[in-house]
């Protein structure tokens, strides 16, 4: 398992696994691997995803089979409501929310609002 930048680049694997099985004719195995925010975060920015690359080798035949995973990792959306009636000319109210998914406080964000006849739109410290 690594991180791939935005640019395509992979990095180096921060998790490897081995797993060893015996399949009898006909027979189906399941591998899971769970991998929390705390393992992968350090290894990963705001573009990037994750790349899974799992290799099997049949003992008998030598054979070679391998499959690539991309998961691109979803950062969290912003809600925007209007509160009340939009009238050309006049101020609206509009809420905007925000809920952070990470097991850890943010710190440092800001919010910059940007539209028609905003002239100089002025970040808000959150």
Known sequence: LCAVRYT???SAAFRQEQHRRTLSPGQEETVTMTVAYTEYQ????D???LKLTVAGAVQETGQV???ELRVR?????????LLGPAVVGQEVPIQVVFQNPLPEALTGASLRMEGARIACPKPVPL
Request: glycine fraction near 10%.
């Open 8 to 10: 395509g680049v992979a």
């Open 42 to 45: 350090p290894h990963v920015g």
């Open 47 to 49: 573009q990037d995803a």
């Open 65 to 67: 089979l391998a499959k």
């Open 73 to 81: 990792l979803h950062t969290p959306e912003l809600t925007l409501t």
